[in-house]
């Protein structure tokens, strides 16, 4: 069996189309089953009203819907979490990852690899500043962190049962599923696709959920961050000792040594530089306290995989 998980926020105007396109897709596909897992991230439209219309003449239709909104990364991590079958591909709801590229993971699985990544060559429908920022982030990624990741990213991608196990044993909260996939190892290879335009609805990605990826991407797998604090520290200690020297040696020599003005821009910067820096460390503290908490990741309100599981054991 196929488990296909499919994010979902507020899709309602997408669901059945894409429901239509994923049937086509996997009749297509002979030797395999499939079991589509919509996770429902707590929407606030009637997507849940249209996945129960779909799931009642089609059973292999799940649904999953969290008691609140917890976000895509949440939502995928549940699909992956019940999953039943001996590959996992995820997919997003919007229509903009085109279900026809399931058949080139699939074909990159039975060749041995354990992670298959879906590479976008076009983005249709995003501005210039969307599509740089998202280069810029991975590009970032790459250099700043020890998991390496295709420059233009990934959405889509099919990761193998072993490599679920793996990625099921992590308790981690605050962190990039992608960079924690590619972080586990595993044979991994990638296809192409050309990113679609939305089909309807807006973009659940706001700046300061992108703002939300990097610090937890950043902070979960590099250690650039406060080696560049330890850098900096050395760098201004070693400035301030020059500059002292400097001033005995012109006090000595009877020039006069300048006062407001220089003393305010070094203490203006310092002060604005050990803010900035004390806000960093802020950010692990806050995310070792989070993680020492223990709360769930997710609530779940429904899951119809246990319900069925229940069903079949009674």
Same mark, same amino acid.
């Given at each position: ?17 894409? @429901? ?70 995820? #997919? ?47 590009? #970032? ?15 889509? &991608? ?8 793996? &990625? ?45 990826? #990097? ?5 979960? &797998? ?40 220089? #003393?305010?821009?070094?203490?203006? &910067? ?13 950010? @692990?503290?806050?995310?070792? @306290? ?11 309100? $429904? ?8 069903? $079949?054991?009674?």
């Amino acid at each position: 069996m196929i488990s296909i998980i499919l994010p979902s926020y507020n899709e309602k105007e997408n669901l059945v189309k894409l @429901y239509k396109r994923l049937s086509t897709v996997t009749q297509q596909i002979p030797g395999h089953k499939f079991e589509f897992i919509f996770v429902d991230d707590c929407s606030i439209d009637d997507t849940l009203v249209t996945l129960r219309e779909i799931a009642d003449y089609d059973d292999r239709l799940q649904i999953i819907r969290f008691a609140r909104n917890y976000g895509s990364h949440a939502a995928v991590t549940a699909g992956l979490k019940y999953c039943r079958g001996n590959a996992a591909i995820v #997919l997003a709801a919007d229509l903009q990852d085109p279900p026809e590229i399931i058949p080139k993971l699939l074909q990159q699985w039975q060749k041995g690899f354990k992670v298959v990544w879906g590479v976008r060559k076009k983005r249709e429908g995003e501005s210039f500043f969307t599509r740089f920022s998202s280069r810029l982030f991975y590009f #970032l990624m790459n250099h700043l962190t020890d998991v390496s990741q295709p420059p233009s990213g990934a959405d889509v &991608f099919l990761i193998d049962v072993s490599v679920i196990r793996v &990625f099921n044993e992590s308790s981690e909260k605050n962190t990039s599923i992608f960079m924690l996939i590619a972080w586990l190892g595993f044979s991994q290879t990638y296809v192409c696709y050309e990113k679609e335009a939305r089909n309807a609805g807006i973009s659940k990605w706001t700046t300061s959920k992108r703002v939300k990826l #990097l610090l937890d991407s950043l902070i979960s &797998f590099s250690y650039v961050p406060l080696r560049f604090m330890s850098f900096m520290g050395i760098l201004f200690a070693l400035s301030g000792g020059l500059y002292a020297i400097i001033v005995f040696i012109n006090a000595l020599r009877g020039v006069p040594v300048e006062g407001w003005s220089s #003393l305010m821009v070094v203490v203006l &910067f310092l002060g604005g530089f050990q803010m900035t820096m004390m806000g960093m460390l802020g950010e @692990y503290i806050w995310r070792t @306290y989070d993680e020492s908490r223990s709360r769930p990741r997710y609530t779940i309100e $429904q899951n119809t995989l246990i319900e069925d599981d229940t069903a $079949q054991n009674d």
